[in-house]
Structures are given as structure tokens and as C-alpha cells.
């Protein structure tokens, strides 16, 4: 069963959504992708305090790598995307080719860039640490200001 909350954020509102109480979409504003609001279910704001409790610590600054459990639904190639970005340390980029790279797939940089853009869960999957080859921003499913104030913020470059 599906339930959701909104929660405030530096970025705007985020939609928290799980799915027996289980994490499955961090949901911007305006955002490509964002499912109907009749799939998130009902609002329940008492479920999701872990989640908010580490969205509030990550943009005070004082949590780097997220630890609530997701559930993450995609194909198995999305879902392979999803945990390489996982990987992608707090305040670093990789481009879309070294991500293709690091699945043993070099000529998938596209079909990575679709899968990021895909992500459910944004910010707590930093889908936004991805770059073009000559390190551009280039599409976010949130918006590109979004993107480079993130990136800006993960640098230091802008405080909360």
C-alpha cells in the first residue's frame, strides 16, 4: 500500500513516497517524470520520519551518504544505474560515459543517461552528480538550476 508526505526543502517541496513503508520516490516540483498524484496513495505524515530526519541533516550539511532502506522499481538496467549513483561520493561528479564505463558497458552512455533520469528517488540517488563528457550540466529531472545549486551546495560553494 502506498503512502506519501510532503516536506520542505531548499530545492521547493519534495513528495516522499513508500510503498509499505518502504521508500520508493523523492518527487520535486515540476519534475520530468514525476508519476500522477493519484499513485502516491494516501498521506500519512508520521511514516516518514527517518527520511526527513536525514533530508534535514544532508541539507544542514551534516550527512553525506543516506542510509534509509528504498525500494526501488525500474528495470534491471535502471536498477544497476540506480546503485552505481549510489556510489558516487558526496561533492564529486562522473559523467554519463564513466558511468557506462563502470558497467562494463563503454558505448551506453545514452541508456545510462535515460536510466538517471528515470531515478524515482532524487537527491537521496544523486542523480544530480552526473555530468556531460566536458563536465556540463545537462538534464535533471528537477531542473538544471536545481542541479547546479545542488552541486553548488555538495562544494561548499552555497550554505543552507
Known amino acids: 500500500m502506498k503512502q506519501h508526505t510532503v516536506t520542505d526543502s531548499p530545492y521547493g517541496p519534495l513528495t516522499l513516497v513508500a510503498d ?31 527520511a526527513e530526519e ?6 544542514a550539511g551534516e550527512l553525506r551518504e543516506f542510509t534509509v532502506e528504498l525500494r526501488l522499481t525500474g528495470t534491471p ?24 564505463d563502470a558497467l562494463g558497458a563503454p558505448t551506453a552512455s545514452r541508456a ?25 550540466l545537462t538534464g535533471y529531472g528537477g531542473g538544471l538550476d536545481r542541479k547546479r545549486r545542488l552541486l553548488a551546495f555538495e562544494s561548499g560553494a552555497a550554505l543552507f
Open 20 to 50: 509499505d513503508g518502504v521508500l520508493c520516490g523523492l518527487y520535486m516540483t515540476d519534475q520530468r517524470h514525476r508519476p500522477p498524484e493519484e499513485t502516491f496513495g494516501t498521506r500519512d505524515d508520521t511514516l516518514f520520519a527517518q
Open 54 to 59: 536525514q533530508l534535514k541533516a544532508y541539507f
Open 77 to 100: 538496467f535502471q536498477r544497476t544505474v540506480w546503485d552505481r549513483l549510489r556510489r558516487i561520493p558526496y561533492g564529486e561528479t562522473r559523467t554519463y560515459g564513466e558511468l557506462a
Open 112 to 136: 545510462v543517461g535515460l536510466a538517471n533520469g528515470r531515478n524515482p528517488v532524487g537527491i537521496i540517488v544523486p542523480c544530480h552528480r552526473v555530468v556531460g563528457a566536458n563536465g556540463s
